[in-house]
């Protein structure tokens, strides 16, 4: 999967509807997301991706970035392994660090 094919898929996720409850925090969590991006606080998901993908276990399915509590990102990788399990795969999104794998089930 190259960088476009995985970009498009985080859009997607990122555009996908939520329910009414979590609408308006979406929103929100995507403007912070865009204007830290502008900011140069984190990085894009195609710069992440080709720091990272040498390091991942497995295939990458999709990609979410997250807004954590204390105001960080994560980019959340789904990656399936070579026994096809699923993992998920948090990344700093400002670093490029793996921060942690774990199973996905």
Not at 23 to 33: F, L, S, T
Not at 40 to 51: A, D, M, P, Q, Y
């Amino acid at each position: 999967m190259n960088w476009k094919t995985l970009a498009l898929v985080s859009a997607c996720l990122l555009a996908a509807p939520a329910p009414a409850a979590r609408a308006g925090d979406d929103a929100r969590d995507q403007e912070v997301a865009r204007k830290a991006l502008l900011e140069g606080r984190i990085r894009s998901l195609s710069e992440i991706t080709e720091i990272v993908k040498p390091n991942l276990p497995g295939k990458i399915l999709g990609v979410e970035l997250e807004v954590e509590d204390d105001g960080s990102f994560v980019y959340e990788f789904d990656v399936i392994d070579a026994r096809g399990k699923l993992l998920e795969v948090d990344v700093d999104a400002a670093t490029g660090k793996i921060l942690s794998i774990e199973d996905d089930d």
